[in-house]
């Protein structure tokens, strides 16, 4: 009977250039969505894999939502030249991002599958050899910082953009599009924190959250606090091979560091599956959108 519901209702609206009046159960989840993000983007005691699973969730939403018919009439009815191609834009930086994520996740990754294997391989009095590979270790990493932070360039320029291009027009076609900027927006926003991570920075950015608190009506969320430094695993690891580095009683560091490690690669492997299906998601978005434009 819902689905019936539902599908008259469609088809009542058919030929309309607007979405009903009355707003689809979707378009409530993804508000619901948008604002456990901000909420969770504005604390540091929300894991950061809570936030992908958010993100995960509210995507999955966002996938269903341009599906609808009504959606693709509203969408269609709209200039191209302008929207579609901005939420098209869009949707290609939101993959950049998860590339750049993604690549940053890899490197790290094999930095630390290296420097694991020769802290399991270490032999009693091999610590000229476990020296050796912390200092290639930090400094692996500070090319991938290198490349991390070239990333965030490229990221706040697309929050800028994005930023610019909301509207404040209270039609029901520019609050579809509003609400899906403020996912590129907030999509964006989880991409820099863990980006931020990985890098080991626990720099915070303020102002963001004021355009997607209008659109889910929430209180406005003027702060982003990013993951505290007692909170950085990837920080944690570089301080710990510095003081390795550093200091003459190693040996007593070992266990510690193995067990960090273990936990690490466990993290890694965890953000790195959540990432390719976030991934693979966003594309069937963008051929949702592609197939809007096309028709």
Request: aromatic share 4%; net charge positive; with cysteine.
């Amino acid at each position: 009977m819902e689905a019936s519901h539902l599908n008259q209702k469609l088809h009542n609206h058919a030929r309309s250039n607007s979405l009903p009046s009355k707003p689809h159960p979707l378009i409530l989840q993804c508000k619901e969505h948008l604002a456990t993000l901000g909420s969770s983007l504005s604390t540091s005691s929300s894991s950061l894999s809570f936030k992908l699973s958010t993100l995960l969730d509210l995507h999955g939403c966002i996938e269903n939502l341009v599906q609808l018919g009504a959606t693709q009439e509203a969408l269609g009815k709209e200039p191209r030249e302008k929207w579609m191609d901005e939420l098209l834009d869009g949707s290609l930086g939101i993959l950049d991002a998860c590339t750049s994520a993604k690549e940053a996740l890899h490197h790290t990754k094999e930095c630390i599958r290296e420097l694991h294997s020769t802290v399991r391989k270490r032999r009693r009095g091999g610590e000229m050899e476990l020296l050796v590979e912390a200092r290639r270790f930090l400094t692996s990493r500070k090319v991938g910082k290198k490349a991390i932070l070239k990333a965030l360039v490229n990221l706040k320029g697309g929050e800028n953009k994005c930023n610019s291009s909301l509207t404040n027009k209270d039609s029901e076609n520019m609050a579809l599009i509003n609400l899906l900027k403020g996912g590129e927006m907030i999509t964006l926003s989880v991409f820099e924190s863990l980006l931020r991570l990985i890098s080991g920075s626990t720099q915070s950015k303020q102002g963001s959250w004021k355009f997607v608190s209008k659109l889910i009506h929430r209180k406005r969320i003027t702060s982003c606090i990013l993951e505290a430094e007692n909170d950085n695993e990837f920080a944690k690891l570089d301080a710990e091979l510095q003081s390795m580095i550093l200091t003459e009683r190693r040996s007593q560091k070992v266990n510690d560091l193995r067990n960090h490690l273990e936990k690490l690669e466990s993290r890694i492997h965890e953000l790195e599956e959540g990432l390719d299906f976030l991934f693979r998601r966003l594309i069937k978005i963008r051929v949702s959108l592609l197939n809007i434009l096309n028709h």
